[in-house]
């Protein structure tokens, strides 16, 4: 089954504590990138990578790090993570850069995050 | 930059009615792409619909349709029949050329929660 896949789901930590999102496509897919859904915000683009080695600030970057060794797998990294960045964390994959706009990005489940 | 406003932070509509949600969007490139997504309560994103800058018909896809307005930017969603189960929050959001650099981000509305009654 094609899917984008997220762990954790669910996260609780405190100020300070380095974290780590997986993030993993089984598509072969070359376009990644994450986002975060604030009430009244929508979601806004953190980062995002167009292919193995190859990543790129999106809006909202600060306080985040991104990798992409592989072509599957885009962790998020909280090197120091502050209650401002308690959120709801997406995950998405597309097959190719968006020059044809009608494929669509494929979304994780979500990560809950609270920074207490 | 390409900016997507959702004026109606919630929307009510009877269970068989049709219901549309409005959505404006602005960018300067001719290329873009209109997308509608479904975030029911347990929080997945389900895209629904697609609508490309080129595009003469308004697409369709079963009971969701996206009354496209290029002139006026608009790209409304209409839910025809609405059902107990669309009750969710929708987002509207845009891809666009960015200038040359097309590396498909997506722009993204505030969103409209959508409340179905029996």
């Known amino acids: 089954e094609a899917q984008v896949t997220q762990n954790p789901r669910y996260l609780i930590t405190v100020t300070g504590k380095k974290l780590t999102v997986t993030c993993s496509q089984n598509?072969?897919?070359?376009?990644m990138s994450w986002y975060r859904q604030d009430p009244g915000l929508g979601l806004r683009q953190i980062y995002y990578?167009?292919?193995?080695?190859?990543?790129d600030k999106g809006d909202v970057p600060e306080g985040y790090k991104v990798s992409r060794k592989e072509k599957r797998n885009f962790p998020l990294i909280l090197e120091s993570p502050s209650p401002n960045q308690t959120s709801l964390y997406f995950c998405a994959s597309s097959p190719r850069q968006g020059d044809n706009w009608q494929e669509t990005q494929y979304f994780g489940p979500g990560t809950r995050l609270l920074v207490l | 930059a390409q900016k997507i406003t959702q004026t109606q932070p919630g929307m009510f509509v009877q269970e068989k009615e049709a219901v549309t949600l409005d959505c404006t969007y602005d960018t300067s490139d001719q290329s873009y792409g209109l997308f509608w997504y479904k975030q029911p309560s347990s929080g997945e994103m389900i895209f629904l619909i697609y609508q490309g800058s080129y595009d003469e018909q308004n697409a369709t896809e079963g009971r969701y349709s996206l009354n496209f307005q290029k002139a006026r930017k608009s790209a409304n969603l209409v839910i025809s029949a609405s059902q107990l189960g669309d009750s969710a929050m929708y987002f509207c959001?845009?891809?666009?050329?960015?200038?040359?650099?097309?590396?498909?981000?997506?722009?993204f509305g505030q969103g409209t929660i959508l409340t179905v009654h029996p």
């Open positions: 990578s167009m292919n193995v080695e190859v990543t």
């Open positions: 959001a845009m891809v666009a050329n960015a200038g040359g650099t097309s590396y498909g981000k997506l722009t």
């Open positions: 598509m072969n897919h070359e376009y």
